[in-house]
């Protein structure tokens, strides 16, 4: 290769990285305490974005916020449990104030919920539904009134496999990340005349705190070891291991990006093949 095409080459490598730099763009992650929010906001902060990080658990959000300092980045930690009334508009409205603009949601938190279709309860539903759906709806909707006002804007949702699954045992965080999806997919269409893109990222099985607690409790329900149970559901992903929440951040980074610019109604599947699309 001549040096002439290999300094053109290297240019356009640089351009493609510069593009995907989030330099002074506003994020607001949610569930940014620990798991995949808090690899998000790390991945979003190392990038250049400034970082809101939401999350009801003050010490373990405090450690995010540790984390984030000492590579640099800048951020705000905002306690707040996202069902409380009125909480999404608040958080919308903070984040503006405090970082001057809003850029890029990342609709993160969420509870799971391990009972059998004929044990679930009422109060059960109700707070799965809280958290997965109505939080993840109006903040998306309070995010959406400020990017349309400022001419455009990222959102992307966490959803899951399950939305896909009939395991009874996971009948309401199901179905309620099946409701996330539909609000994706009907959000990509009321917001992209106004320049926002709305996505899903579907990440596969991480060892985080939530997919521990399911599987001991799954585990449990099923009379069998533990290790062999995570073994077995370890075995039958196409790719044959686990994924991490650095790995799946990539993909929901990657969605806030230049690159992404033309990406929207996306439901974007990083389960190493436990979803077949
Ligand atoms: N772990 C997995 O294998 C897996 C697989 C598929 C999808 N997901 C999805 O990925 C996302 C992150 O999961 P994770 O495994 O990192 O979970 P996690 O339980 O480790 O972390 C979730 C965070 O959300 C926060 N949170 C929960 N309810 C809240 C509320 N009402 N207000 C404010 N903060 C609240 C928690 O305090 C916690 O810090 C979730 O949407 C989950 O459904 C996870």
């Known amino acids: 290769m001549s040096t002439n095409i290999l300094q053109n080459n290297l240019a356009l490598a640089n351009m493609t990285a510069d593009s995907n730099l989030l330099t002074g763009r506003v994020v607001i992650v949610t569930g940014a305490a620990q798991g995949l929010g808090r690899a998000t906001a790390l991945g979003f902060g190392r990038r250049g974005a400034k970082v809101a990080l939401v999350d009801s658990n003050q010490a373990t959000l405090d450690d995010t916020v540790k984390q984030m300092l000492s590579h640099g980045a800048e951020c705000t930690a905002i306690v707040a449990d996202i069902t409380d009334p009125g909480a999404p508009s608040r958080i919308v409205q903070k984040t503006t104030e405090l970082l001057g603009r809003l850029d890029i949601l990342v609709n993160n938190a969420a509870i799971s919920s391990v009972e059998p279709l004929l044990e679930v309860t009422e109060g059960e539903w109700d707070k799965v539904f809280a958290v997965n759906v109505k939080a ?3 903040l998306l909707q309070a995010a959406a009134r400020v990017m349309k006002d400022s001419g455009g804007g990222r ?4 959803s899951s496999p399950a939305a896909r699954m009939t395991r ?7 179905t309620a990340k099946s409701a996330g ?9 009321a917001l992209g005349p106004y320049g926002i893109t709305v996505n899903a990222v579907v990440p596969g099985r991480m060892d985080t705190a939530m997919q521990r607690t399911n599987e001991m409790a799954s585990a449990a329900a099923a009379g069998i070891d533990l290790q062999t149970y995570i073994h077995s559901r370890t075995v039958d992903i196409p790719l044959r291991r686990r994924t991490t929440p650095e ?5 929901i980074i990657w969605l806030a990006t230049q690159s992404a610019s033309y990406v929207t109604a996306n439901r974007l599947n990083i389960s190493g093949g436990l979803e077949l699309d």
């Open 136 to 138: 993840l709806f109006f």
């Open 155 to 158: 959102i992307v949702n966490v």
């Open 168 to 174: 009874e045992e996971y009948v309401a965080y199901s």
């Open 181 to 189: 999806d539909y609000i994706t997919r009907t959000a990509a269409a």
């Open 247 to 251: 790995e799946v951040a990539e993909a």
